[in-house]
Nanobody
């Protein structure tokens, strides 16, 4: 069955960096556009970044442009989110996502940015 398993979340100081990973299985990863979403405490889930199936097209929320980079390795069935210059407002649970006929979500990984 379809599985999305996120990892890499941690507690980091403001200005620090983290790289999140999402390992996918159970579907033809190389044919599917992928996204990262996040949900901050008390807020709705929001789109952070998306990437086309071949990695040639990416898009970002305005709040993370220039700081975050989404990428993928189709040979490893994995999508990444490199997060630099982290801010306290980036604190959230980060989710891997794709949609084919219905929504598929990972379980999420916690990112906490705090001194």
């Amino acid at each position: 069955q379809v599985q999305l398993v996120e990892s890499g979340g941690d507690l980091v100081q403001p200005g620090g960096s983290l790289r999140l990973s999402c390992a996918a299985s159970g579907f033809i990863f190389s044919k599917i556009a992928m996204s990262w979403y996040r949900r901050a405490p008390g807020k709705a889930r929001e789109l952070v970044a998306g990437i086309s199936n071949d990695g040639g097209t990416t898009n970002y929320a305005d709040s993370v442009k220039g700081r975050f980079t989404i990428s993928r390795d189709n040979a490893k069935n994995t999508v990444y989110l490199q997060m630099n210059s982290l801010k306290p407002e980036d604190t959230a649970v980060y989710y891997c996502y794709f949609r084919v006929f219905r929504d598929f979500w990972g379980q999420g990984t916690q990112v906490t940015v705090s001194s």
